[in-house]
């Protein structure tokens, strides 16, 4: 192992060289037009008006058509795409995305992106009325002005109010998917929650790992910074990196990422923070940051309208605030690291054998731990298919959403009686009497190791990234075989979780929710569908590995049947042999 060790250097230089300052998009010579005071009063007007605008609602709709009046009273070509969606949270609503069309000189498209929906009066989380009146004072910038012809654009310009943007994205993942200027877009800017009290923020995050153009990521920072005279935040390398493992995006850019669009989301609030103070639409607007962030828009755009196309790849890229690491380094240095661990399982395994350990039993108790963690995603699609967990399209789940807020205890408590049932049955063949020998201990680690080494393999190959959250295990539990007293065993075994756990407190913090609150939201992320069932799959497949490692650390393992050869029938198999031999009979006698 520390000779296959040596081939990790070549990445790790590789990955040091790929770290390269990124460019800045020039500054158009235009100043920017944006009026916060009309901005401001359209913010409060549309608030106001209608400040309970949950899709679906009567309220919504009439939100949606005022949008389109407004916006089209600007002599600008307006569209409406209306559809049917089971949204998690609100069931089957009718949605509404509008959409007005800035002819540019090029049918390349630039995308400006706003979600008008928010969650009702009582819930101020998502609300948008600041990005959705700034949507209308960019458009006013190409209107007519007088005798004068309306500014014509380099690229076509798009400015998009969705729906659903509040509970996951609805209306963008719909326009990203299905709209002939999606497939023509290059770049997309969202603003959302622009006019609050908070930090100015870039977040880049994306629903596969992927990154937008390093340029665009640049320049939207140094915009903001210009116009804000504040240096916005972006997410930590840990935190990109466990965006890019779960893979995980909160933002509407995310959806836009997904169809290989190059997006960043502006705003100046966090995801699990309200933008407006409840009971009072408007009290919370900033007129002041509702005009920097406006303006640094309308500059961000003429940037890269004036910028080439090309440009605006969406590589997964690594943001070091004014540098960037490439991608395909990362993920060769994550791929590699594995390489030294899975030689070391595969030389253990092949000792073992030689040596004559008895690793039947040892890979029959590893099979049991993995039936029963399949078993326990088995439990979590019925707790979706049975109402307990939300379900519905494969969107972010709102941080608001009763899933965080109002756990389901009853059904929660029932699956859980469940699951302990299944342990129960599943360890009766797990668990004997007596000390361990040597041997059958050895024979333990080596299985368990053997499909750890496997499991890594496969998760570096299909998702790499998600390798950030295996390695401590791998390399941590690489040294329980080797020490004899518990209590190291016990900080070894401990050491190895840090990984998941790190990852369950970074999202914890990125989306303001208690541990325990944000490892149910997981959960719903996984009956929904966002989160993949590959990605479950290989989850469940490394626990298998945890829960015999760790039964070995704390001194509770024993061999399948307590070593038996060959091992004597179990449950299913006394269930099962009796109906399969029955069958038999039966094919025999037809024949």
Same mark, same amino acid.
């Given at each position: 192992?520390?000779?296959?060790?040596?081939?990790?250097?070549?990445?790790?230089?590789?990955?040091?060289?790929?770290?390269?300052?990124?460019?800045?998009?020039?500054?158009?010579?235009?100043?920017?037009?944006?009026?916060?005071?009309?901005?401001?009063?359209?913010?409060?007007?549309?608030?106001?008006?209608?400040?309970?605008?949950?899709?679906?609602?009567?309220?919504?709709?009439?939100?949606?058509?005022?949008?389109?009046?407004?916006?089209?009273?600007?002599?600008?070509?307006?569209?409406?795409?209306?559809?049917?969606?089971?949204?998690?949270?609100?069931?089957?609503?009718?949605?509404?995305?509008?959409?007005?069309?800035?002819?540019?000189?090029?049918?390349?498209?630039?995308?400006?992106?706003?979600?008008?929906?928010?969650?009702?009066?009582?819930?101020?989380?998502?609300?948008?009325?600041?990005?959705?009146?700034?949507?209308?004072?960019?458009?006013?910038?190409?209107?007519?002005?007088?005798?004068?012809?309306?500014?014509?654009?380099?690229?076509?310009?798009?400015?998009?109010?969705?729906?659903g943007g509040a509970f996951g994205g609805a209306g963008a993942a719909r326009f990203a998917a299905t709209s002939p200027y999606a497939d023509a877009a290059f770049a997309a800017?969202?603003?959302?929650?622009?006019?609050?009290?908070?930090?100015?923020?870039?977040?880049?995050?994306?629903?596969?790992?992927?990154?937008?153009?390093?340029?665009?990521?640049?320049?939207?920072?140094?915009?903001?910074?210009?116009?804000?005279?504040?240096?916005?935040?972006?997410?930590?390398?840990?935190?990109?990196?466990?965006?890019?493992?779960?893979?995980?995006?909160?933002?509407?850019?995310?959806?836009?990422?997904?169809?290989?669009?190059?997006?960043?989301?502006?705003?100046?609030?966090?995801?699990?923070?309200?933008?407006?103070?409840?009971?009072?639409?408007?009290?919370?607007?900033?007129?002041?940051?509702?005009?920097?962030?406006?303006?640094?828009?309308?500059?961000?755009?003429?940037?890269?309208?004036?910028?080439?196309?090309?440009?605006?790849?969406?590589?997964?890229?690594?943001?070091?605030?004014?540098?960037?690491?490439?991608?395909?380094?990362?993920?060769?240095?994550?791929?590699?690291?594995?390489?030294?661990?899975?030689?070391?399982?595969?030389?253990?395994?092949?000792?073992?054998?030689?040596?004559?350990?008895?690793?039947?039993?040892?890979?029959?108790?590893?099979?049991?731990?993995?039936?029963f963690w399949l078993y326990a995603g088995l439990l979590l699609w019925f707790a979706g298919m049975a109402g307990i967990l939300p379900t519905g399209a494969a969107l972010p789940?709102?941080?608001?959403?009763?899933?965080?807020?109002?756990?389901?205890?009853?059904?929660?408590?029932?699956?859980?009686? $469940? @699951? !302990?049932? /299944?342990?129960?049955?599943?360890?009766?063949?797990? +668990?004997? #009497?007596? =000390?361990?020998?040597?041997?059958? %201990?050895?024979?333990?680690?080596?299985?368990?190791?053997?499909?750890?080494?496997?499991?890594?393999?496969?998760?570096?190959?299909?998702?790499?990234?998600?390798?950030?959250?295996?390695?401590?295990?791998?390399?941590?539990?690489?040294?329980?075989?080797?020490?004899?007293?518990?209590?190291?065993?016990?900080?070894?075994?401990?050491?190895?979780?840090?990984?998941?756990?790190?990852?369950?407190?970074?999202?914890?913090?990125?989306?303001?929710?208690?541990?325990?609150?944000?490892?149910?939201?997981?959960?719903?992320?996984?009956?929904?569908?966002?989160?993949?069932?590959?990605?479950?799959?290989?989850?469940?497949?490394?626990?298998?590995?945890?829960?015999?490692?760790? $039964? @070995? !650390?704390? /001194?509770?393992?024993?061999?399948?049947?307590?070593? +038996?050869? #060959?091992? =004597?029938?179990?449950?299913?198999? %006394?269930?099962?042999?009796?109906?399969?031999?029955?069958?038999?009979?039966?094919?025999?006698?037809?024949?």
């Amino acid at each position: 192992m520390r000779v296959s060790a040596l081939i990790v250097i070549p990445a790790v230089l590789a990955l040091l060289f790929s770290v390269s300052a990124t460019g800045t998009l020039p500054r158009p010579q235009l100043e920017p037009l944006f009026d916060q005071e009309a901005a401001a009063t359209l913010t409060t007007e549309l608030s106001s008006r209608f400040p309970s605008r949950v899709p679906g609602t009567p309220e919504s709709a009439e939100a949606a058509l005022w949008f389109n009046q407004t916006i089209s009273a600007f002599g600008l070509e307006v569209e409406e795409d209306v559809w049917v969606e089971d949204v998690p949270e609100l069931g089957q609503v009718e949605l509404r995305n509008v959409f007005a069309v800035v002819p540019g000189r090029s049918d390349r498209v630039i995308l400006l992106v706003a979600h008008r929906d928010n969650a009702g009066v009582s819930q101020p989380f998502g609300d948008n009325a600041s990005g959705t009146s700034a949507l209308i004072e960019l458009a006013r910038g190409y209107a007519p002005r007088g005798s004068a012809a309306a500014p014509r654009p380099q690229r076509t310009l798009v400015l998009v109010s969705t729906d659903g943007g509040a509970f996951g994205g609805a209306g963008a993942a719909r326009f990203a998917a299905t709209s002939p200027y999606a497939d023509a877009a290059f770049a997309a800017i969202v603003l959302d929650g622009i006019a609050g009290g908070g930090h100015p923020r870039v977040a880049f995050a994306g629903d596969d790992p992927r990154a937008p153009a390093p340029a665009l990521v640049r320049t939207a920072l140094t915009r903001v910074a210009e116009h804000t005279g504040t240096e916005p935040r972006i997410a930590g390398v840990l935190t990109q990196l466990v965006d890019l493992g779960v893979p995980f995006a909160y933002g509407e850019q995310g959806r836009f990422l997904a169809a290989s669009i190059a997006a960043v989301t502006l705003t100046t609030q966090e995801p699990g923070e309200p933008a407006i103070p409840v009971g009072e639409p408007a009290s919370g607007i900033s007129a002041r940051q509702l005009g920097d962030m406006g303006r640094a828009t309308e500059v961000l755009v003429g940037s890269i309208d004036a910028g080439l196309s090309s440009a605006f790849r969406t590589p997964d890229s690594v943001f070091l605030r004014d540098r960037v690491a490439s991608g395909w380094t990362v993920r060769l240095t994550l791929l590699l690291a594995v390489v030294p661990f899975a030689l070391g399982a595969l030389d253990l395994a092949v000792r073992s054998r030689r040596r004559g350990l008895p690793l039947g039993p040892a890979l029959r108790a590893l099979r049991t731990r993995l039936f029963f963690w399949l078993y326990a995603g088995l439990l979590l699609w019925f707790a979706g298919m049975a109402g307990i967990l939300p379900t519905g399209a494969a969107l972010p789940l709102p941080t608001y959403s009763t899933l965080a807020s109002d756990w389901p205890v009853a059904g929660l408590g029932l699956l859980g009686i $469940a @699951l !302990a049932a /299944g342990w129960f049955l599943g360890r009766r063949r797990i +668990a004997g #009497p007596g =000390p361990r020998t040597p041997e059958e %201990r050895l024979a333990g680690y080596t299985a368990a190791f053997a499909w750890l080494a496997f499991v890594a393999v496969v998760i570096g190959l299909a998702e790499p990234y998600a390798l950030t959250f295996v390695l401590p295990s791998l390399y941590a539990w690489l040294w329980l075989p080797l020490r004899t007293r518990m209590w190291t065993r016990v900080l070894l075994f401990a050491a190895g979780l840090f990984g998941p756990l790190a990852a369950l407190v970074i999202l914890s913090s990125e989306l303001s929710l208690g541990l325990l609150d944000t490892s149910l939201y997981l959960l719903g992320l996984t009956t929904v569908g966002y989160i993949s069932a590959g990605s479950v799959l290989l989850a469940l497949a490394w626990a298998a590995a945890a829960g015999q490692l760790g $039964a @070995l !650390a704390f /001194g509770r393992y024993a061999p399948y049947a307590d070593g +038996a050869e #060959p091992p =004597p029938a179990g449950v299913v198999r %006394r269930g099962l042999g009796p109906l399969i031999a029955r069958s038999r009979e039966s094919y025999a006698r037809t024949r």
